[in-house]
């Protein structure tokens, strides 16, 4: 079973049929209803608009892309959005840029047909598809094939309209192979964005003139009139190129594993194995393995054997794994993800910008964030804020006096305001001045004034340099003000 996990069949084949639920495509051809709304949505604050209720090239290529992996509507341990666009890089000949996909995405989550949420101490991303399993009975319902001709660029070069055809062609044809499909030009005209006859029996011809290895794609398509005269589409999917449908999970692919999370199940495995519980490589499909790898991959060695000894002592004692082992790990790495968050902060420079008494409300909106996603946040953010929210300590001489009844005697007796000026110079903190000139006030009764004139030179050099003083407009919201540098960072 390990073998399978660390090598399962990244690569999907381009002969493997694709398995799409009918709910999820009826949702999905569904959300050009409100074509004529025309609302726009943007991925970046000054990007451009683009149409949310119209489907793009994109859209079907991230739909199809998310049907070869999704099993019973979830995509899991998905490490980004751009490893996903890899996959999609991998499946078609020639797939949509990188910005298109990222768009697609965005329609996705605003129209509901995608849900994504990520496990804060894990960082991976789970995927769902809301609509492609029946709530009701928990199951996906009537599954509808489509070949894998459709990764081809003989068929993505087609217009999107034709693409849009076969897919719903495909959908409503079901495994009823024999039955002839009828559309009225009517209803027809606004799924092709043609609303005149003759612009949709263009478009028919050319789908009759589809083919894929010489085969057409339709076997039958051509207009007729209805019963009151108005023109309509009789078609028929070529049932040479459409799939059976054979029960079984073959149609699925399970993403692929990065390398370094293939060594992590490798040496997972010789731990597991070495502690006589190999068996919890291979539970539930290796699922529960692969997320316990995920959990300890930044995790010292020490973590590690202490991890394996408690499952082992779990096995000993009860016989078996219990299916709620992770969410008790899990649980006791929820204040070691607060400390990271907060130890960020102090190792940037933010900490300041929080009072204590935000703390708790702080690590509450941080959850989910990807650790390392959040510490090239921070140290950008830490950045703009000392640019933007933040002062000198130290303006002019004037910053360097303090009175006091010894620096007052010691002004009668040394040339203090040279040392300002050398203070100034050299950015020393002003505290730390003013402690240099208290040493030097006790060395008045014990050392000659040249000594202590020269030690006082020397030891300015060598004080701490100031500081910006951190000084935040009112209502600053660190969680905001790093997330938003965060955002630069995906767009």
């Known amino acids: 079973m390990l073998k399978q996990l660390l090598n399962p069949t990244s690569q999907p084949s381009y002969h493997k049929s694709i398995v799409f639920s009918d709910r999820f495509l009826q949702a999905f051809f569904a959300i050009e209803h409100e074509y004529d709304n025309r609302e726009m949505f943007r991925i970046r604050a000054n990007g451009k608009g683009r149409l949310l209720a119209h489907m793009t090239k994109a859209d079907l290529q991230l739909a199809t892309m998310l049907h070869v992996y999704a099993y019973n509507g ?40 995608l849900g994504v949420s990520q496990d804060e101490l894990l960082g991976h991303l789970e995927l769902t598809l809301p609509h492609a399993i029946d709530p009701e009975t928990g199951k996906a319902g009537r599954l509808v094939l489509l070949p894998s001709l459709v990764f081809g660029r003989s ?23 024999d039955r002839l499909l009828q559309w009225n030009f009517e209803h027809l005209a606004p799924f092709m964005h043609r609303y005149e006859s003759s612009h949709v029996k263009r478009l028919l011809k ?81 699922r529960p393995m692969r997320q316990l790898a995920l959990l300890l991959k930044d995790k010292t060695d020490s973590y590690w ?23 008790t790990i899990k649980a006791e790495l929820h204040d070691r993800f607060s400390a990271f968050l ?13 009072s204590s008494g935000q703390m708790d409300v702080f690590c509450q909106s941080m959850r989910g964030v990807p650790k390392a996603a959040y510490r090239r946040a921070c140290w950008a953010a830490a950045a703009t804020a000392r640019a933007n929210y933040s002062r ?29 000026r050398q203070a100034l110079d050299v950015g020393a903190d002003p505290e730390s001045f003013f402690v240099a000139l208290l040493h030097a006030h006790d060395f008045i009764r014990i050392k000659p004034i040249d000594e202590i004139n020269q030690w006082l030179e ?25 997330q938003s540098h965060m955002n630069l960072q995906l767009s």
């Open 155 to 177: 068929f993505t070069c087609k217009p999107l309209a034709l693409q849009k055809l076969y897919y719903y062609s495909c959908m409503r044809q079901g495994q009823d192979y």
């Open 74 to 113: 979830k995509l899991e341990e998905v490490p980004n959005r751009y490893y996903l666009y890899q996959r999609m890089e991998e499946l078609y000949e020639e797939p949509v840029n990188k910005d298109q996909f990222y768009a697609a995405f965005e329609k996705f989550l605003q129209l509901g047909l």
């Open 305 to 327: 054997h202490i991890v394996v000894d408690r499952l082992s002592r779990m096995y000993v004692e009860t016989g078996r794994f219990t299916a709620n082992v992770l969410d």
């Open 342 to 354: 907060l130890g960020t902060l102090k190792q940037t420079g933010l900490f300041s910008y929080l």
């Open 206 to 286: 050319q789908a009759g003139e589809m083919t894929y290895a010489g085969v057409p794609l339709f076997s039958v398509i051509r207009t007729e009139s209805n019963v009151v005269g108005e023109p309509k589409a009789v078609y028929q999917v070529n049932k040479a190129l459409l799939p059976r449908y054979e029960r079984g999970g073959h149609y699925h692919e399970r993403l692929p594993l990065k390398k370094s999370y293939k060594r992590l199940l490798s040496r997972l495995e010789g731990l597991l194995e070495h502690a006589g519980i190999g068996e919890y490589a291979v539970m539930d499909e290796g």
């Open 458 to 482: 020397v030891e300015i050099n060598r004080l701490p340099k100031w500081k910006p003083i951190i000084d935040p407009p009112a209502g600053f919201d660190l969680s905001s003000f790093i």
């Open 392 to 420: 000198p300590a130290v303006y002019n001489t004037l910053d360097y006096y303090k009175r006091s009844v010894q620096l007052d005697e010691l002004e009668e007796i040394l040339p203090l305001e040279n040392y300002r």
